[in-house]
């Protein structure tokens, strides 16, 4: 029921787009692994039933293109090369928290999304494709994908974004989202919330929103806005700042269910589960009997029923 819930609040987000005619819709993943595919394919998969003309620009191409022939796929020359180099998302998440640097690779992602802006705006097949594409709608990944912008005012088009997790720290400001960090801990800290904030994390938690704010206003889209004068000859190209501010929904993969029941405004809709079928086989062979067992060893030791086992 939540997925086609999700689905039907996301198909008809895109209803001011044109009731005759489909739209092109522009997905703009470029600083993303191929995870993030995954938590928005169903989403690009059903506008293209719908009738839309749908391009994915990411920086790695879909692994399986015969499964959805009908979905352009866009990755340039020049970030594919990187990618098979050095790269930059050739990260375990896992082993990164234990060994205590996930929040060094978190400081990192500003950079990151330099890097590939420049690496996107100087490929020469970008600017090949950008002058022969016509877009009506561009979904832009939330994870410093703000090179995206380029392309919303090159084309004079609305635009969405799509966070692949809960609310990053710089959401809040650009869209008056109300940080809760009285009781909410930081995505990136990972406080144990479980037993109250202290006043060490809760002091920690609101400072860290305001300096990822100052880091991203003051060095990051400055940088990155210059790129795209330079790269793209956009001279007339509005602050980003503003420009994302007139954001026509924000999708966050998330849910109250999963997590935290934050304050978000109207326009930010979670869309937690989406990526989860029902088309898959719940009921695979021998699942049934592990689970069975497991349930009955349960029963036993929590109601202390030896004589039953």
Known sequence: MLTMAVFRTVISSCIFLSIVDGARILFFFGLSTYSHRILVWPLVQELTKRGHEVTYFSSSPNRNPKSDPKVGDFVPSAVTEFYKGEGIMNLNLLHSRLDGVLVEKWNEMPGFGEVLCELILKSPDT????????????????????????????????????????IFPWNYDPFGILPETSWIPDVIYHFPAERGMSFLYRLISTLENLRWHFVRQNYYLPRIEELIKTELGMTDLPPISEMEKNVSFFFINTHFSEEYARAIPPFVIPVGGMHITLDVDTNPAGISDVMNTLMKLFFCFSLKMRSSC
């Open 127 to 166: 600017k090949e494709w950008a002058d022969k594409s016509r877009f009506d709608l561009i979904f832009i990944d939330a994870l410093f994908n703000d090179c995206g912008f380029a392309f919303v005012h090159k084309f004079k088009t609305k635009h969405i974004l799509f966070g692949t997790t809960t």
